[in-house]
């Protein structure tokens, strides 16, 4: 297959409560003032961009991806990267305009969020190579895989993802929302049995309430779980926090946004290139702040697989 140099474009008209159908055409002004040449589509539902992705790149060798939304979005576009077979990943650059109230990934790299520095910061061609997150999980008595980029969330992690999700889906999400909704759900959330390896040897069994299996530092629109991380260093970041009364996480929380959750007795830092999770409870999970379904999981991770575009 033949390399399309021209860029493909997938936009997320919902990204943002829709304010990229409403800002689209002031972003294809700037990118023909920049004269990038370009083929946009528009996604029309949930995963549509992981299939046009894959699709465009195999028929048509696209091999320069612009992604117009939030972390849910690229998300997408990164699995259709990973799903088509004509370019091995790494020959495939990714860049992005973001939209949306996260954006977390984003910020690992200093991105812009203005449009015109977004779209100078492409026409620059600056690349990096970052690394990428494989992950095995159940959907009912099916095994099913994922790609991720920034971060997986289980447990107390996953609850609060969903409820802020379902906010999104009805027009309700803001800034503030993920923060909002972990408070909420503290007092419905319970702490449940988990068994997890990293390789061969167990690093818990016992009461987990969340973990946080992290490429990137930033996650629920700016909380620091995983400040150590390393985006391209070859290893997960692991903040695993065992069975905590909720009076004190609420008094610690402050922690969570400074990077300093790690100093509580009960989290554990941890390191790991492959991970194994069981539980005997219907244990959810979240990538990039999608929900995606349950356990068991199997984590791995591929070092320096994607091309990306930062400043």
């Known amino acids: 297959m033949k390399q ?11 990204a943002g409560k829709h304010q990229a159908k409403a800002n689209w055409p002031e972003i ?11 083929e ?3 996604t029309q539902y949930r995963h549509h961009a992981i299939k046009l992705v894959k699709n465009n790149i195999e028929q048509k060798g696209y091999i320069n991806i612009i992604v117009v939304g939030g972390d849910g979005t ?16 790494a020959e495939i650059t990714l860049s992005a305009i973001t939209i949306g109230t ?10 812009p969020k203005d449009y015109a520095s977004a779209i100078k910061t492409i026409k620059n061609g600056h690349t990096y190579k970052q690394d990428v997150g494989k992950v095995y999980f159940h959907v009912g008595q099916s095994k099913k895989c994922r790609y991720f980029i920034n971060a997986a969330g289980l447990g107390f992690d996953a609850l609060v993802t969903d409820t802020t999700n379902r906010q999104k889906e009805n027009g309700k999400s803001s800034t503030f929302s993920y923060f909002s909704n972990m ?14 390896k990293a390789g061969k040897r167990e690093i ?6 969340t973990l946080s299996l992290a490429i990137g530092k930033y996650t629920g629109g700016g909380m620091q779980q995983t400040p150590n991380a390393i985006s391209n260093d070859g290893l997960f970041d ?39 999770v069981e539980s005997d409870a219907k244990l959810m999970i979240e990538i990039d702040g999608e929900n995606i379904g349950h356990g068991p999981l199997e984590f791995e991770i591929r070092q320096e697989a994607l091309q990306i575009i930062i400043p």
Do not use: C
């Open 102 to 111: 996260g954006n977390d990934w984003a910020k690992m790299f200093d991105i």
């Open 4 to 14: 399309n140099s021209k860029y493909l474009i997938i936009v997320n008209p919902n």
């Open 28 to 38: 294809s002004t700037l990118l023909k003032a920049e004269n990038i040449d370009y």
């Open 74 to 89: 690229i998300n997408e576009v990164v699995n259709g990267i990973f799903k088509q077979e004509v370019f091995a990943p």
């Open 40 to 42: 946009v589509i528009f």
């Open 238 to 276: 692991l903040m695993l926090v065992d069975k905590i009364a909720k009076t004190k996480l609420l008094r610690k929380v402050g922690k969570l946004f400074n990077g300093k959750i790690d100093h509580l007795k009960e989290v554990q830092s941890i390191q790991t290139n492959n991970l194994q």
């Open 183 to 196: 408070l909420k759900s503290l007092y419905k959330y319970k702490a449940m049995e988990v068994r997890i």
């Open 204 to 209: 818990h069994n016992g009461m987990l309430f």
